[in-house]
């Protein structure tokens, strides 16, 4: 399973249970697929509600956070908490409004409000990806799942290892590959030992 954090951002101009039916709508879609286990965050629609999250939410253990841009959002409330988790890969999901039955297009402008915080994000140093939802669109599962796994996998090299031996045995050096750049690159470490080492070790392996 796939551990995310997910929120809805809003503003508390808009009508209080408009963050959370949208929000809700994402997350049920996210459900369907099979992949996920969810820690849900309170929504943020203002500086108050975002302090809030931020004492209220642990990042340990998560794969990614996804934070769901359900109408015109307050960043007094949702920059803090984005920097607060920036060890999280984030993804930006803003929300299209859907046609109701009078032909009207409800709209609470998700759209014109996820924009506005992403130059502070990249400013910050934030790791994130931003899918836009066009309106009467089905949520995107299928690029948000693909995002997930790729958060999923680098969360989970950052604990393993590569074991290397026999560097530069018989003279070999054409068996060395740049350990420095695998630990820039992946996060993963390099720990050498020597053949004698796996040998004494062999009789003990049942």
Not at 13 to 41: A, M, N, P, Q, W
Not at 49 to 73: K, Y
Not at 80 to 87: D, E, G, Q, T, V
Not at 146 to 172: E, P
Request: charged content about 20%.
């Amino acid at each position: 399973k796939i551990v995310a954090g997910i929120v809805g951002f809003g503003y508390e101009g808009y009508s209080h249970d408009c963050v959370d039916k949208i929000t809700t709508r994402v997350l049920k879609d996210l459900e369907g697929t099979g992949v996920f286990t969810f820690r849900k965050i309170p929504k943020i629609q203002n500086y108050e509600q975002g302090q809030a999250a931020i004492e209220s939410f642990s990042s340990h253990g998560c794969d990614l956070l996804i934070a769901v841009v359900a109408s015109w959002l307050d960043a007094r409330g949702a920059i803090p908490f984005l920097i607060a988790n920036k060890s999280l890969p984030v993804l930006l999901y803003s929300t299209g409004g859907m046609t109701q039955k009078s032909g009207v297009l409800f709209s609470p402008a998700a759209g014109a409000g996820a924009p506005g915080i992403l130059e502070p994000m990249r400013t910050a140093g934030i790791k994130f990806e931003y899918i836009y939802e066009p309106p009467d669109c089905p949520t995107k599962k299928d690029e948000i799942v693909q995002f997930a796994r790729a958060a999923k996998a680098v969360n989970d090299l950052k604990t393993k290892r590569i074991g290397s031996m026999g560097f530069g045995d018989m003279g070999l050096y054409t068996t060395n590959f740049d350990n420095t750049t695998i630990r820039n690159l992946f996060g993963i470490v390099t720990e050498f030992f020597d053949m004698l080492e796996v040998e004494k070790r062999i009789p003990h392996l049942k």
